[in-house]
C-alpha cells in the first residue's frame, strides 16, 4: 500500500524549532520529488517546500524562505521539514505529499498538526 | 506569482444535479493545472491533473477542461459524497499554488 505518514507536530514556543518527518511506503521513494504542504485551521492550502528526486533542486514559499529547511534521505525513505524561529502564523497541519512526476500530487499523508503559541 | 481565483465561493445543489466549479490564473499556466477534493478530517485527494486527465479510481463523473487562464470542474450528477471542499492548483510557474477553495454543500 502507497502510504505517507507524518510525524514531528506538537505545540512549540514562537522563536523555537521543530523537525517534521514524513515516512514513505509503497512505491520507489527516489524516483519522485517531493513536497510539503499546509493547511491553517479553517483555510486553504498553502505549498510550503518542494524537493526533487536527487535533492537537486529545492524551492520554498516566501513565507518560509530562510526559516524552513527541506531535506530527504533516499536510503530511509523519508523527507524532512527542518522549522525554524517559528510563528504564530505557522501553526498549520502539515501535509507531505508525493509529485507525479513534475506533475500533481497524487499521494498525500494525514499531516502532523504544528501550533505556535506561548 | 501566479493566482488562482476559484468561483464560486459556495456552491449549494443537490444530489444528481450538475456541478460546475470555476478556477482563473492569473496568467497562463499551459494545461498544468489539477484539481483536489477535500472532506472535513481528511487530506486532500487527487481528482483530476494536467487539466483533464483523471487520477487513478477517480469516477468518470468528474471531468476537467480547460486551458491556459480558464479551468473547469465538472461533476455530471452529484452523489452524496461528492459534497467537499474543492481546490485548483497550478504546477506552471513556482512557486506552486492553490486556488482558495469552493466549498460545495448539499442544498
Known amino acids: 500500500e502507497v502510504q505517507l505518514v507524518e510525524s514531528g507536530g506538537g505545540l512549540v514556543q514562537p522563536g523555537r524549532s521543530l523537525r517534521l518527518s514524513c515516512a514513505a511506503s509503497?512505491?520507489?521513494?527516489?524516483?519522485?520529488?517531493m513536497h510539503w504542504v499546509r493547511q491553517a485551521p479553517g483555510k486553504g492550502l498553502e505549498w510550503v517546500s518542494g524537493i526533487s528526486w536527487n535533492s537537486g533542486s529545492i524551492g520554498y514559499a516566501d513565507s518560509v524562505k530562510g526559516r524552513f529547511t527541506i531535506s530527504r534521505d533516499n536510503a530511509k525513505n523519508s523527507l524532512y521539514l527542518q522549522m525554524n524561529s517559528l510563528r504564530a502564523e505557522d501553526t498549520a497541519l502539515y501535509y507531505c505529499?508525493?509529485?507525479?512526476?513534475?506533475?500533481?500530487?497524487?499521494?498525500w499523508g494525514q499531516g502532523t498538526m504544528v501550533t505556535v503559541s506561548s | 506569482e501566479i493566482v488562482l481565483t476559484q468561483s464560486p465561493a459556495t456552491l449549494s445543489l443537490s444530489p444528481g444535479e450538475r456541478a460546475t466549479l470555476s478556477c482563473r490564473a492569473s496568467?497562463?499556466?499551459?494545461?498544468?493545472l489539477a484539481w483536489y477534493q477535500q472532506k472535513p478530517g481528511q487530506a486532500p485527494r487527487l481528482l483530476i491533473y494536467d487539466a483533464s486527465n483523471r487520477a487513478t479510481g477517480i469516477p468518470a463523473r468528474f471531468s476537467g477542461s480547460g486551458s491556459g487562464t480558464d479551468f473547469t470542474l465538472t461533476i455530471s450528477s452529484l452523489e452524496p459524497e461528492d459534497f467537499a471542499v474543492y481546490y485548483c492548483q497550478q504546477r506552471s510557474n513556482s512557486p506552486v499554488t492553490f486556488g482558495q477553495g469552493t466549498r460545495l454543500e448539499i442544498k
Open positions: 496568467q497562463s499556466v499551459s494545461s498544468y
Open positions: 505529499a508525493k509529485d507525479m512526476a513534475d506533475d500533481a500530487f497524487d499521494i
Open positions: 509503497g512505491f520507489t521513494f527516489d524516483d519522485y520529488a
